[in-house]
C-alpha cells in the first residue's frame, strides 16, 4: 500500500463491514468483514474504502455455505 493519510480506522468483534458500502451489520449477515479503513489516495486525491478480515456465517455455522467473494478486498473511492 502507498502512503496515505488514514482518515478513519474501524474494527468489531460483533458483526461487521458490508463490503460495497462499508455500512456495519450485526452477526446475522452472510458476509461481514472485521476491519474498515477510510483513506485519502495521495496520487487522486479522494477518499478510499478498504475493508479487510473477511468473518463469514460459515466460520459459526458451516451448513449455511455462506457466500464469499472472489475478491477479498473492495476498494471504493467517494
Same mark, same amino acid.
Given at each position: 500500500? +502507498? +502512503?496515505?493519510? =488514514? =482518515?478513519s480506522l474501524a474494527y468489531t468483534n460483533d458483526g461487521g463491514f458490508d463490503l460495497e458500502t462499508g455500512d456495519y451489520h450485526d452477526e446475522d449477515h452472510p458476509v461481514n468483514y472485521k476491519l474498515r479503513i477510510y483513506y485519502k489516495d495521495p496520487l487522486k486525491k479522494t477518499t478510499k474504502m478498504l475493508v479487510l478480515l473477511p468473518s463469514t456465517t460459515e466460520e459459526y455455522m458451516p451448513e449455511i455455505n455462506a457466500h464469499l467473494p472472489e475478491q477479498p478486498v +473492495? =476498494?471504493?473511492?467517494?
Open positions: 500500500m +502507498k +502512503k496515505a493519510e =488514514i =482518515i +473492495k =476498494i471504493q473511492s467517494f
